[in-house]
Every structure is written in C-alpha cells, then in structure tokens.
C-alpha cells in the first residue's frame, strides 16, 4: 500500500473578512507568511488571541484565505485548558461547536461557535482516491510508524477533491502520542 505524508496541524483560526476587518483593521488584508500543502492555503503573519472563560491562548496564526464562517481549530488539550468545550469535527462542521473571544490589536469578535476540535483526515485528489481504494468521506485506520512510536489512528475519514493534495492531517495532541517527526508517514490498513 502506498504511504503519505502525515502532517502535523497546530491550533490555527479562520476568519471572514468581516471579523479580520474588527480584529486588525477596516480593509485589513491577511499578508502571506508561507504556503501550506493544500493548494491556496497559507499562513498568515496575522496572529490574535483566543480567550475562553478559564484562560487564554496568545499568538494563534491565522490560514488563509479567508472563509465564509469563523472556525476556530484547537487540540483538546488546548480546548480544556481554556474552558472551552470543543467537539471533535470535519472543518467546516460549526453549528453548536465551542464558543470563545478573539482579540487583535484593532478589536474583538466574541464567537457563540466556531471552536472544533478537527477530526483527522486524509486530503486527496480523486487519483489519489482511486489508487487507495478510498471514496469521499470513507472512514479509514492509518498506520503511523515512527522511531519512538508505532500507532495506528482509526476513525480517519477521507476527503477527496480536485483541490487537494496528497496529505493527512493530525492535530498536536495526536502527533505527540504517535511521537511523531518532521517528516512522518502513513499508511492505510484493514484491521
């Protein structure tokens, strides 16, 4: 079975144009930092705080470009240790998710939802479906070999879209209990 890259995703927002205009400015825009895997999306010098009801996460990078909806993407463990009760979630999947504030140097935008918890998954092209044997929201196990750790991640879903490339993303917490490296890799089994 082929393997693929398994990438580590730390705590990160998205955010409407709206809420990045409250947050840094009116006519703000999100300057690029650097490129991340998936086709169109970077990392952005703009950076706010998170604030739940217990404490607060300084310095959160913002991705780009922005959304039509804020979301906030956090560990669990960063989820607890600010209050905020965060549902494990696909992207995108919001409603009665976490609530919490976001701060910037021009303002604030208090956010009813929008903190998850993301549900690790697996980007594909639709070739990249097909040589796996996979279809668009499959639920596959992943193998994680690593010096330290061997693992294998069930519940995996899969997300195929001519707009993706190749890559699994983990969130911090997973990538910690996996002992995972710079560059990791995965595999598809059948258990």
């Given amino acids: ?91 995108g999947d919001t409603a009665g998710s976490g609530a919490c504030k976001l701060v910037g140097p021009c303002g604030e935008v208090e956010c009813s939802e929008g903190v998850i918890v993301a549900k690790r998954h697996i980007h594909m092209t639709p070739a990249d479906a097909e040589t796996f044997g996979v279809k668009d929201k499959d639920i596959v196990a992943v193998k994680i070999e690593s010096a330290e750790r061997t693992a294998i991640l069930c519940d995996t879903v899969i997300r195929v879209s001519d707009k993706f490339a190749l890559a699994m993303h983990i969130d911090t917490d997973e990538s910690n209990a996996v002992g995972a490296g710079r560059e990791q890799y995965g595999e598809i089994v059948k258990l």
Avoid: W, Y
């Fill in 1 to 91: 079975m082929p393997k693929f890259i398994v990438e580590t995703s730390a705590r990160h927002v998205h955010v409407t144009q709206e809420t990045l205009e409250t947050l840094f400015g009116k006519g703000a825009t999100l300057t690029k930092k650097k490129d991340l895997s998936q086709p169109g999306q970077f990392a952005c010098e703009e950076r706010v705080t998170v604030v739940g009801p217990k404490k607060e996460l300084a310095n959160v990078s913002i991705l780009g470009p922005v959304r039509k909806a804020d979301q906030i993407e956090l560990s669990a463990t960063d989820a607890r240790s600010i209050g905020v009760a965060a549902p494990i979630r696909e992207s």
